[in-house]
């Protein structure tokens, strides 16, 4: 059996290492660091616990990408805060003043423990985890993340490709493959990811600015989805009168959401041909490569035994 290579949502752990800690978690200049701490714990567990072979922590180098927006406008328009000064037009995502800049603390940690990090220009970390999962060929892929969407990326083959949903904490991570995914969401297990995706569309998600088709739930998005297939064949099943497939009541809704099913699939479905760039060699180092700038580091902010913790689990 090969060791995994993980696939790690980054924003996804700091958000929730912020909140599950009290910023009264300082650095001796006063600065909070309860996200950093957090997320080398959680780091350390997650490396103990599964023993990767290769490591990946991906970014978001647009968290509101473009070609989204443009297919969707209402998508994360919810979570601007106001328009930041690096260019006219631009929007920037309202994160907790005292998360913010934490978060280059964490990337430096990353760079001196030599764990590589990912990001895409233009796109989100989810587009950077399924453009690595859908690629690799050698290693099953575990995806380790609090977000819902990236059940659409487990698959058997050419790799398995699993997801760790950490949407209860690290400690209660749940793992999805198709089979745990289709018997969760009464999905078709042969395209139990894809399904999800389509599924994910007509039942929309109001924390990422998705309407979904009115009066379209959960366990009804599923029927449809197993029943007819994809979003597009239900928007052809649509221009189909003699298509018994669709029930009465379900075709009025759809016929009424025919131009948000018409762009969701691209908002939804993740980029897996995102250009993906990473900052090193993905390989999880058995050491340190930095180790004096480590420990430098865990001084400078306090970072006491979470940094003694990932370094052992390194080891």
Same mark, same amino acid.
């Given at each position: 059996?090969?060791?995994?290579?993980?696939?790690?949502?980054?924003?996804?752990?700091?958000?929730? #290492?912020?909140? #599950?800690?009290?910023?009264?978690?300082?650095?001796? +200049?006063?600065?909070?660091?309860?996200?950093?701490?957090?997320?080398?714990?959680?780091?350390?567990?997650?490396?103990?616990?599964?023993?990767?072979?290769?490591?990946?922590?991906?970014?978001?180098?647009?968290?509101?990408?473009?070609?989204?927006?443009?297919?969707?406008?209402?998508?994360?328009?919810?979570?601007?805060?106001?328009?930041?000064?690096?260019?006219?037009?631009?929007?920037?995502?309202?994160?907790?003043?005292?998360?913010?800049?934490?978060?280059?603390?964490?990337?430096?940690?990353?760079?001196?423990?030599?764990?590589?990090? #990912?990001?895409? $220009?233009?796109?989100? #970390?989810?587009?950077?985890?399924?453009?690595?999962?859908?690629?690799?060929?050698?290693?099953?892929?575990?995806? &380790?993340?609090?977000?819902?969407?990236?059940?659409?990326?487990?698959?058997?083959?050419?790799?398995?490709?699993?997801?760790?949903?950490?949407?209860?904490?690290?400690?209660?991570?749940?793992?999805?493959?198709?089979?745990?995914?289709?018997?969760?969401?009464?999905?078709?297990?042969?395209?139990?990811?894809? $399904?999800?995706?389509?599924?994910?569309?007509?039942?929309?998600?109001?924390?990422?600015?998705?309407?979904?088709?009115?009066?379209?739930?959960?366990?009804?998005?599923?029927?449809?989805?197993? $029943?007819?297939?994809?979003?597009?064949?239900?928007?052809?099943?649509?221009?189909?009168?003699?298509?018994?497939?669709?029930?009465?009541?379900?075709? =009025?809704?759809?016929?009424?959401?025919?131009?948000?099913?018409?762009?969701?699939?691209?908002?939804?479905?993740?980029? &897996?041909?995102?250009?993906?760039?990473?900052?090193?060699? +993905?390989?999880?180092?058995?050491?340190?490569?930095?180790?004096?700038?480590?420990?430098?580091?865990?001084?400078?902010? =306090?970072?006491?035994?979470?940094?003694?913790?990932?370094?052992?689990?390194?080891?």
């Amino acid at each position: 059996m090969r060791t995994p290579l993980v696939l790690l949502d980054s924003a996804s752990l700091w958000f929730r #290492a912020f909140y #599950a800690l009290p910023e009264s978690m300082t650095a001796p +200049d006063g600065t909070p660091v309860n996200a950093v701490r957090g997320f080398a714990d959680m780091i350390a567990k997650i490396i103990t616990d599964r023993r990767p072979s290769r490591f990946v922590a991906c970014l978001d180098a647009d968290w509101r990408p473009a070609f989204r927006v443009e297919a969707l406008p209402s998508y994360k328009a919810h979570r601007v805060a106001e328009a930041v000064t690096s260019g006219p037009g631009a929007d920037a995502e309202e994160v907790p003043d005292t998360l913010t800049p934490q978060v280059p603390v964490i990337l430096e940690l990353l760079d001196a423990l030599g764990i590589a990090t #990912a990001e895409a $220009a233009g796109y989100e #970390a989810d587009d950077v985890i399924g453009a690595l999962a859908t690629a690799e060929d050698r290693d099953p892929v575990e995806v &380790v993340t609090g977000d819902r969407d990236l059940f659409q990326l487990v698959r058997e083959e050419p790799t398995p490709v699993r997801v760790m949903y950490t949407g209860k904490g690290i400690a209660k991570a749940e793992f999805f493959g198709p089979e745990e995914l289709a018997a969760r969401y009464g999905l078709p297990v042969d395209r139990a990811g894809a $399904a999800y995706a389509d599924m994910a569309a007509l039942r929309g998600d109001p924390s990422d600015g998705l309407p979904g088709v009115a009066g379209i739930g959960e366990k009804t998005a599923a029927g449809l989805i197993t $029943a007819v297939g994809s979003v597009e064949d239900l928007l052809a099943a649509l221009d189909d009168p003699a298509d018994t497939r669709i029930p009465t009541r379900s075709r =009025g809704k759809l016929e009424a959401a025919r131009e948000y099913l018409a762009v969701a699939p691209k908002v939804v479905r993740v980029a &897996v041909d995102a250009p993906v760039s990473l900052d090193r060699d +993905d390989v999880l180092p058995s050491a340190p490569v930095d180790l004096d700038r480590v420990r430098a580091l865990q001084e400078q902010w =306090g970072l006491s035994r979470s940094v003694d913790r990932l370094v052992a689990a390194l080891g």
